[in-house]
């Protein structure tokens, strides 16, 4: 099966994930003996386009157009669709991009969709996925029975294996298309953010923190981590403490980091379903019948402003060793 | 100015999901149903643009049993002025309901399509953008901040470390995340008048899907840990733990 990867950039370089929709891409053509061809594009070169060979890409398909600078909804589209019906499967990331770009490739390919999978074979010549679905509180296993089947991959999920191999460039003609929509830039936070589903920690907050501003503790942890990003729970996003963007479960985000630290949060069930997929799981909370600590590997029982400020000093000593 | 929401109905977040005895559908038995959350931001959005502009018109669309005349009942109750049940019993495939809506859609000739970003039951995050597609008319998903203009639209939408700014001009679809307003509660009043407001029902035929659901499965439930120990003391031999045995540190 002939797969194509559709990488993603941000500001002319390739965005992390793009190693992880890699091998993905490689999990489908490797078990059905076929060649993975990674799609970039940029109003000019991409930094990092020449190493994506080594993250398993036999060929790397360079798509330039002025637009192509910002993400072009339309133009990305109309180009993937142009050569989509080549290719056995299609994948892309289930990021903001990636939400928004594969439901218009399979409409205009005229095939179905699988979003944000967790897992991906072939069995025969048809691509079979599990989603969590309802926030994670259900796994579903579906087959794309179509020509082509289009899936999008939740991040930290595939490991990229780098391999030092080389792709070669080529570039790919961009057809003509109608920009019905126009991207006028990216507003970005003053300092640079990591979001929570591509955190590989997760230091989440809730009402346990009592007021916003002491999740400046979190902030603090999370910078002492390092590759950590700050999550809510829905409680304290509701009440405005925090951004929606922040928010972890049914209603918010769905996270798979390497560590959850969950600080405060009593552990709603729409809460535990955005979280249950981390690989481990830490509690604190200062009551030891909180339902957090149901689903935790570890737990401290107690005051979560003794005990954060410890584990942020504790973790920056091993960082800085 | 005409306003179309495309609205779903679905289990409560709070609902505990069983799977059924086909393996493939949830057992509905005892499951509270709601709007999609996210579509009631639609809603919202939809009515309080009617309100603004003074004139217009504003349309509810499900796809959906019977049982979903309740669920467009409570988008009328909100102030929403008529609804369309499109009875069918759904499918797991985004572009099967895509295209029924579309057909829809493409008939009542509207300025303005909302949707809610994702449905919390299926997590699909496609059907909005595939009208659009289907339609050919310009789309921004997952708009958290959305302001229309002279028939121009400007709208947020959040990205992995910032904020992008997406226009286009009506027609358009949209979809909306939260952040993008406060859905208002159907009154007493909006209740009582909601009874009298027009829901036409009409069968429809979904198209053979191209996504087959296998089966559904519940997650492995993960086993409860142990207790570490009790204030910031036992944080040096949770480091420990975290180093040497899940070496995520």
């Known amino acids: 099966m002939k797969v194509l990867a559709v990488v993603e950039q941000r500001d002319g370089a390739l965005r992390k994930v793009s190693h992880e929709i890699l091998a993905a891409a490689r999990v489908l053509a490797d078990t059905s003996g076929g060649a993975v061809d990674a799609i970039v594009f940029g109003a000019g070169a991409v930094s990092g386009m020449e190493q994506l060979g080594g993250f398993g890409a036999d060929r790397v398909l360079h798509a330039t157009h002025a637009d192509f600078a910002l993400y072009a909804p339309d133009g990305a589209s109309a180009t993937i669709a142009s050569i989509g019906a080549g290719y056995g499967a299609i994948v892309f990331a289930a990021t903001a991009m990636g939400r928004d770009l594969a439901p218009r490739v399979a409409a205009r390919l005229g095939v179905a969709c699988a979003t944000d999978i967790t897992g991906l074979a072939v069995e025969g010549d048809v691509v079979t996925v599990t989603r969590p679905i309802y926030a994670g509180k259900v796994l579903q296993h579906g087959r794309l029975t179509g020509a082509t089947a289009v899936v999008s991959v939740r991040p930290n999920t595939f490991h990229p294996a780098a391999s030092g191999k080389a792709g070669s460039v080529t570039a790919l003609a961009v057809p003509a298309f109608t920009a019905r929509v126009t991207s006028k830039g990216v507003k970005k936070p003053d300092a640079a953010v990591l979001d929570v589903t591509e955190a590989t920690v997760v230091v989440s907050g809730g009402r346990g923190l009592k007021e916003p501003v002491n999740f400046k503790l979190l902030e603090d942890l999370a910078a002492a981590f390092g590759n950590a990003a700050v999550g809510a729970s829905r409680a304290v996003v509701d009440a405005g403490w925090r951004d929606h963007g922040e928010q972890v479960g049914q209603t918010g985000k769905t996270v798979s980091p390497q560590l959850y630290i969950a600080v405060g949060i009593s552990g709603a069930i729409q809460h535990l379903a955005g979280m249950r997929t981390a690989r481990t799981i830490v509690a604190i909370n200062r009551d030891k019948d909180a339902p957090i600590f149901k689903v935790a590997d570890y737990g401290i029982v107690g005051d979560l402003f003794e005990v954060v400020p410890r584990l942020t000093e504790e973790v920056r000593k091993i960082r800085s060793s | ?249």
């Open chain 2, 1 to 249: 100015m005409k306003i179309a929401v495309c609205l779903k109905r679905v289990p409560d977040t709070t609902a505990k999901i069983v799977i059924g005895a086909s393996r493939t559908t949830i057992d509905e038995t005892g499951v509270k149903f709601v709007p999609n959350p996210y579509d009631e931001f639609a809603l919202e959005a939809a009515i309080a643009l009617k309100e603004q502009a003074g004139a217009g018109e504003t349309t509810v669309i499900a796809v959906g049993t019977d049982a979903s005349q309740e669920t467009l009942r409570t988008a009328l109750a909100m102030g929403i002025d008529r609804a369309v049940l499109l009875q069918s019993p759904g499918s797991a495939d985004g572009l099967a309901v895509a295209r029924v809506l579309a057909a829809e859609l493409k008939a009542g000739v509207y300025d303005l399509v909302l949707f809610g970003k994702l449905a919390v039951d299926d997590y699909n995050h496609q059907v909005g953008a595939m009208v659009a597609e289907l339609l050919e008319l310009p789309c921004i998903t997952a708009a958290a901040k959305m302001t229309l203009s002279g028939g121009a639209i400007e709208a947020e939408r959040e990205i992995e470390g910032g904020v992008e700014v997406m226009g286009c001009t009506l027609p358009a679809v949209v979809t909306c995340d939260k952040g993008l307003n406060n859905p208002r509660l159907p009154s007493l009043k909006g209740i009582m008048a909601a009874k009298k407001k027009p829901l036409d029902a009409k069968p429809v035929t979904l198209e053979a899907a191209s996504f087959e659901v296998t089966s559904l499965e519940l997650p492995a439930e993960r086993q409860a840990g142990r207790i570490v120990g009790e204030g910031a003391d036992a944080v040096p031999a949770l480091i420990a733990l975290l180093r040497n045995e899940a070496k995520v540190l």
